[in-house]
């Protein structure tokens, strides 16, 4: 059974950080595609960040030199530490699995998590 488990969200203001874990099992993890992906309240769910099985990372534009995402194969774990956090950074995030990814487009993840809901206040 697939199962990923998001944990760190929380609430911080403006220009703070935090560092979001998403915990994988049921799978081969690392043969999987990994990503972040976030909701707004009232917007449409949007990808954040993806990386690879060979680790190349892709980022949406509004997180790029903020967010980095990471991950660790004997772990089965997946990491997105977000710095200069702004109140558009407001949403619930997501952790998902693809058998591959297309940038930070969500149409090839078939796994995805509970979400873990950070808030940033001004």
């Known amino acids: 059974q697939v199962q990923l488990q998001e944990s760190g969200g929380g609430s911080v203001q403006t220009g703070g950080s935090l560092r979001l874990s998403c915990a994988a099992s049921g799978f081969t993890y690392s043969f999987y595609c990994m990503g972040w992906f976030r909701q707004a309240p009232g917007k449409e769910r949007e990808g954040v960040a993806t990386?690879?099985?060979?680790?190349?990372?892709t980022y949406t534009d509004p997180v790029k030199g903020r967010f980095t995402i990471s991950r660790d194969n004997a772990k089965n774990t997946l990491s997105l530490q977000m710095n200069s956090l702004k109140p558009d950074d407001t949403a619930m995030y997501y952790c998902?699995?693809?058998?591959?990814?297309?940038?930070?487009?969500?149409?090839?993840?078939?796994?995805w998590g509970q979400g873990t809901k950070v808030t940033v206040s001004s």
């Open positions: 998902a699995a693809a058998a591959y990814c297309d940038g930070v487009l969500e149409r090839t993840f078939s796994y």
């Open positions: 990386i690879t099985t060979g680790f190349y990372r």
